[in-house]
């Protein structure tokens, strides 16, 4: 899972690409799922970005559980949103 502390990234999704900057973060679904990452994000501006792994992120969320509330919810509208553009792509 990665966090931007600076810059903007452009997470590359049909029909349309999102933005995101400072104060988002990216890769949760694949960390909450196991699965495969849904998209590519790529740089727009020089950025900085602070990356959690896996046990990290466990260690993290068992001490602050509604940290885990708020990431699987957003996940959750994520990959939502991204399945229902997808279908509508077809």
Partial sequence: MHFIASGEVEVQLE????????GSFFGEIALLEGGPRMATVVT?????????DDSDFRAFTALHPDLAQAVEAEATRRASSIKSEASEGQ
């Avoid at 029909?15 to 400072?22: D, K, Q, S, V, Y």
């Fill in 44 to 52: 727009t501006a020089p950025s900085t970005l602070l990356i959690l």
């Fill in 15 to 22: 029909p349309r690409p999102i933005r995101l900057g400072p």
